[in-house]
């Protein structure tokens, strides 16, 4: 007989050790540098290595990491890191990882990847092997001198007619003989430019080279061309336009500035350099000069916001290709070299997103036709035309319809948005415009001799971020339509910098809706390189006294141009930042000018109060008792020294952190003796007031829940609507859920009467409105109101995302950069279930609920390598079950439960009485 006594040592082995082999190793995804994939430019010396993790099972977690960085492909693939290699590396960290080895060769490719160690001290399987490229570190390394071509100067009346002038057309024809390795170029302009190489467009990207203060830097990008190249002859080519630096900006027409465009420089120049590598060890490089050759052509006006003319009569069919004769070309204009620095570009370019096909095809006037593309979006449009040479075809752009079917184009003011394409006559042309975009979802074309087919137009939606970091889905389709506006608003406004909108003369990077949808814009996209360059324009704008400018890039100033809650995104967005990835390297850039901010602030200030100074904007766009502008500005004061005490530690000065909490509990002192009563009601007693006070921490400890159930005693005997504008409305949500007034959070968030969010969704919107009221079905005429300033797509009033993922689904770190997580989801009877996912800087978590009759189920997963806080509202633990068995190692926590998890997908369920 078997003696089972004798063996259970080993059957107890034999199982643990077949439990561990059921986890398989972790997997490493992701693996990036400065949070981009394969950087062919890089201006940091010390770049920085992240990845996530994917692991089966539970209580997932990397020990180790080891990385190598190699000088060859071959050499990584080998795992040997002939450049670094930072050995077995004990922890947890994934991200913000510094190189640390000897200096980076400028143009040079390195190959870098990396493995973890799992709980179990099992090593991961090498990561597919990535790379990065030092960029040109120096003045020396550009070897070419900006050009372009002298096509006139403004000769109109500045405020009457409009100066666009054509676009500048640059070759050069070069010979290669040798096989080629490697071959790179290096690009930018003052102005726009599209790299051409042997007949075809270089790169996916567009309006390179972005915007900056061009007198203070110039970006450029890189190219790896190689197999773009052929044996003989090639041509490499760019067509210039005004853009950013020489075109019209924003409202400056339209409010009568002493210049209206031109703001940067006059004409347009182009520098660029095709580095080539040969196999047999020597390089070559053509470098923009005096011996290329150029011209005018088809495209006859081009602005950002005037919109674009081609005429296709003027081609110069394989100007771009071997073989063409430019004979009748002329020499290219030499210009002086970059006032600014001239830097690799560090955030996301702009890139087509999606292709939106026609819905419909309407014709509201004779010869008159609108198409409808679905939804409201930034971008441009790909058109097929067949007319007879010489037709001149209109197209504008609309982002509503008035009553008589015809677009709405009142709201865009001086911005002309139009384009004009004229046919050469050879059957069927198809064109999109290059330097210029729209936002839109309807296109108006006259002039072509019949009526087109749907498919004539379709739209190109272009941004500089994909909006594929989150999920969410409610029991409420209202809510739903509003997550997909919110997305489409942000792709619409990220657009190279952060804009308030995409359709009007504006289109500016203005801090105060920055500030409010940071939070939210992280969720929806990651949005760290896109705001670590946003960052730097920011920094370069600020004014020399200390104060942020209202919008950035600054190319003009109006009198007072700050702000109080539009330039605190100086420091409000650099904390977003840090809380949301862990970076304190965008802490220690913006440091000194947050500094400098602050001093500002405390020479303003009268006894810790900080007045409303400069073009005061307030609660702008609020929909009922206004919040006086010196509350605002007092109280975004002590946010802002809040937050400093908070970076100043993270940065490790615990003098200035010492400092700054000081200043803000004498902010908060102040602020209280100003703004409290007795009673705990605010002498402002608005919305605003209450959840700016108690979200900022400013409400003495004593006095708070009474200024809660103040807020929410306004809210309800509103009719559970707002009465706040951009910087109110958010918070209140915010605080509504610290203070557990979760139904009436629900009821604001599911209202469909003016003003909501849900008043916009019931009027067929597509994306969010500036105002609460933008548009009626059953308006006017017009179908809008106050068509002078109405952007339909402006994504400040959609910072309502925040609180969507912070408390709906539960989704807060713990601590900066969601490595550990705070699971504390806002359950009410007022919505049935909700459900959603974030994928953060170390993975996907995901969160979901549903009501069964009396009992809850909440479903979780967190992400191998991070562990959770999860609080349900139960209050006796001994309820809260997993698979039918009570949970182990729970504890109360007010009217909580508190269970600490690791990785793994979870499934709780509990009563709620």
């Known amino acids: 007989?078997?003696?089972?006594?004798?063996?259970?040592?080993?059957?107890?082995?034999?199982?643990?050790?077949?439990?561990?082999?059921?986890?398989?190793?972790?997997?490493?995804?992701?693996?990036?540098?400065?949070?981009?994939?394969?950087?062919?430019?890089?201006?940091?010396?010390?770049?920085?290595?992240?990845?996530?993790?994917?692991?089966?099972?539970?209580?997932?977690?990397?020990?180790?990491?080891?990385?190598?960085?190699?000088?060859?492909?071959?050499?990584?693939?080998?795992?040997?890191?002939?450049?670094?290699?930072?050995?077995?590396?004990?922890?947890?960290?994934?991200?913000?990882?510094?190189?640390?080895?000897?200096?980076?060769?400028?143009?040079?490719?390195?190959?870098?990847?990396?493995?973890?160690?799992?709980?179990?001290?099992?090593?991961?399987?090498?990561?597919?092997?990535?790379?990065?490229?030092?960029?040109?570190?120096?003045?020396?390394?550009?070897?070419?001198?900006?050009?372009?071509?002298?096509?006139?100067?403004?000769?109109?009346?500045?405020?009457?007619?409009?100066?666009?002038?054509?676009?500048?057309?640059?070759?050069?024809?070069?010979?290669?003989?040798?096989?080629?390795?490697?071959?790179?170029?290096?690009?930018?302009?003052?102005?726009?430019?599209?790299?051409?190489?042997?007949?075809?467009?270089?790169?996916d990207k567009f309006l390179l080279p972005g915007w900056t203060d061009y007198r203070k830097r110039l970006y450029y990008q890189a190219f790896d061309v190689t197999d773009q190249l052929t044996a003989g002859e090639n041509v490499i080519g760019a067509i210039l336009s005004d853009g950013w630096y020489a075109g019209y900006l924003g409202y400056a027409l339209l409010t009568r500035q002493d210049r209206v465009r031109e703001f940067y420089g006059v004409n347009p120049s182009f520098l660029g350099q095709l580095v080539i590598e040969y196999t047999d060890g020597t390089t070559e490089t053509i470098a923009s000069g005096r011996d290329w050759s150029a011209n005018e052509g088809p495209i006859r006006e081009a602005d950002l916001l005037m919109g674009e003319r081609y005429d296709a009569r003027l081609e110069?069919?394989?100007?771009?290709?071997?073989?063409?004769?430019?004979?009748?070309?002329?020499?290219?204009?030499?210009?002086?070299?970059?006032?600014?620095?001239?830097?690799?570009?560090?955030?996301?370019?702009?890139?087509?997103?999606?292709?939106?096909?026609?819905?419909?095809?309407?014709?509201?006037?004779?010869?008159?036709?609108?198409?409808?593309?679905?939804?409201?979006?930034?971008?441009?449009?790909?058109?097929?035309?067949?007319?007879?040479?010489?037709?001149?075809?209109?197209?504008?752009?609309?982002?509503?319809?008035?009553?008589?079917?015809?677009?709405?184009?009142?709201?865009?003011?001086?911005?002309?948005?139009?384009?004009?394409?004229?046919?050469?006559?050879?059957?069927?042309?198809?064109?999109?415009?290059?330097?210029?975009?729209?936002?839109?979802?309807?296109?108006?074309?006259?002039g072509l001799p019949a009526r087109p087919a749907l498919d004539a137009v379709t739209g190109i939606v272009l941004s500089s971020i994909a909006t594929d970091a989150s999920t969410f889905a409610s029991a409420n389709p209202l809510n739903d339509q509003l997550y997909e506006n919110i997305k489409t608003t942000q792709s619409a406004n990220f657009f190279e910098i952060p804009t308030d909108c995409p359709q009007r003369d504006e289109r500016l990077g203005w801090t105060g809706d920055a500030q409010i949808f940071a939070r939210s814009a992280t969720f929806n996209a990651d949005v760290a390189a896109f705001f670590t360059k946003w960052l730097i324009d920011l920094d370069d704008s600020q004014l020399w006294y200390g104060a942020y400018p209202n919008f950035a890039p600054f190319p003009y100033s109006r009198p007072n141009m700050?702000?109080?809650?539009?330039?605190?995104?100086?420091?409000?967005?650099?904390?977003?930042?840090?809380?949301?990835?862990?970076?304190?390297?965008?802490?220690?850039?913006?440091?000194a000018g947050m500094e400098k901010f602050m001093a500002y602030q405390a020479e303003e200030s009268d006894g810790f109060l900080r007045p409303a100074t400069g073009n005061n904007y307030g609660d702008w766009l609020n929909a009922g008792k206004a919040t006086s502008k010196d509350f605002i500005a007092a109280v975004y004061y002590g946010y802002d020294a809040k937050l400093m005490a908070e970076m100043a530690t993270a940065l490790g000065k615990p003098q200035e952190a010492a400092a700054y909490a000081a200043t803000y509990q004498n902010i908060r002192q102040a602020v209280a003796r100003k703004y409290l009563q007795p009673n705990g009601h605010t002498t402002e007693d608005t919305q605003t007031s209450y959840a700016l006070l108690l979200y900022f921490g400013l409400y003495p400890d004593e006095l708070a829940a009474q200024g809660a159930a103040r807020l929410a005693a306004l809210i309800s005997g509103n009719g559970d609507k707002f009465t706040t504008g951009f910087l109110g409305t958010k918070h209140i949500m915010l605080v509504l859920a610290n203070y557990g007034y979760h139904d009436l959070a629900y009821r604001l968030f599911q209202q469909t009467e003016y003003p909501s969010w849900g008043f916009s969704v019931v009027n067929?919107?597509?994306?969010?409105?500036?105002?609460?009221?933008?548009?009626?079905?059953?308006?006017?005429?017009?179908?809008?109101?106050?068509?002078?300033?109405?952007?339909f797509s402006h994504y400040s009033l959609g910072a309502v995302a925040e609180w969507m993922f912070v408390h709906a689904l539960g989704l807060e770190t713990q601590g900066p950069g969601y490595r550990q997580l705070r699971i504390q989801p806002a359950i009410s009877r007022e919505m049935n279930q909700l459900a959603g996912s974030y994928r953060s800087i170390n993975g996907t978590i995901s969160s979901a609920w549903e009501w069964q009759g009396d009992e809850v189920t909440f479903r979780l997963t967190v992400p191998a390598n991070v562990t959770a806080e999860v609080l349900l509202p139960v209050s006796d633990p001994q309820q809260l079950r997993e698979g039918g068995k009570r949970v182990k190692n729970t504890r109360a926590q007010g009217e909580r439960t508190a269970i600490a998890v690791g990785s793994g997908s979870y499934v709780f369920t509990f009563p709620i009485d």
């Open 1 to 203: 007989m078997l003696n089972l006594r004798k063996f259970l040592p080993l059957l107890l082995l034999t199982f643990l050790c077949t439990c561990v082999r059921a986890q398989t190793a972790l997997t490493v995804l992701q693996p990036r540098v400065e949070y981009l994939e394969n950087p062919l430019a890089l201006d940091v010396a010390h770049p920085r290595f992240s990845w996530y993790l994917e692991g089966e099972g539970r209580d997932r977690a990397q020990t180790a990491y080891r990385i190598i960085v190699s000088s060859t492909a071959a050499l990584a693939q080998q795992g040997q890191g002939d450049v670094w290699d930072t050995g077995k590396v004990a922890g947890t960290a994934t991200n913000q990882l510094e190189y640390a080895g000897p200096p980076l060769a400028g143009g040079h490719r390195y190959h870098w990847r990396v493995r973890s160690w799992d709980e179990n001290d099992r090593p991961s399987a090498w990561s597919p092997a990535a790379h990065f490229t030092r960029g040109l570190t120096r003045f020396a390394d550009w070897q070419g001198e900006f050009i372009g071509l002298d096509v006139g100067y403004d000769k109109t009346d500045k405020y009457r007619d409009l100066y666009l002038p054509p676009a500048r057309y640059l070759r050069k024809s070069f010979r290669l003989e040798k096989k080629v390795q490697r071959a790179m170029v290096y690009a930018t302009a003052r102005g726009l430019y599209e790299l051409r190489l042997n007949g075809a467009k270089v790169g």
């Open 764 to 791: 067929g919107s597509t994306s969010v409105w500036e105002r609460w009221n933008s548009f009626t079905r059953d308006s006017d005429s017009n179908n809008a109101i106050n068509a002078a300033m109405n952007s």
């Open 562 to 591: 700050h702000s109080p809650a539009w330039m605190d995104a100086g420091i409000i967005v650099p904390y977003t930042m840090y809380n949301v990835y862990g970076d304190t390297r965008i802490l220690q850039r913006a440091w």
């Open 316 to 446: 110069h069919p394989g100007w771009d290709a071997p073989g063409y004769n430019d004979a009748g070309w002329k020499k290219p204009r030499p210009y002086h070299s970059s006032f600014g620095k001239i830097a690799a570009y560090p955030g996301t370019l702009i890139t087509e997103r999606e292709r939106l096909p026609a819905k419909k095809l309407t014709e509201p006037a004779p010869g008159v036709y609108v198409f409808d593309l679905g939804k409201n979006f930034a971008g441009i449009a790909d058109f097929k035309f067949t007319a007879p040479a010489g037709t001149e075809i209109r197209i504008r752009y609309g982002e509503i319809l008035q009553a008589d079917g015809n677009i709405l184009t009142a709201n865009l003011r001086r911005a002309r948005a139009t384009d004009f394409y004229v046919t050469k006559g050879d059957g069927e042309e198809t064109w999109q415009p290059r330097f210029t975009y729209h936002g839109f979802q309807y296109v108006e074309v006259t």
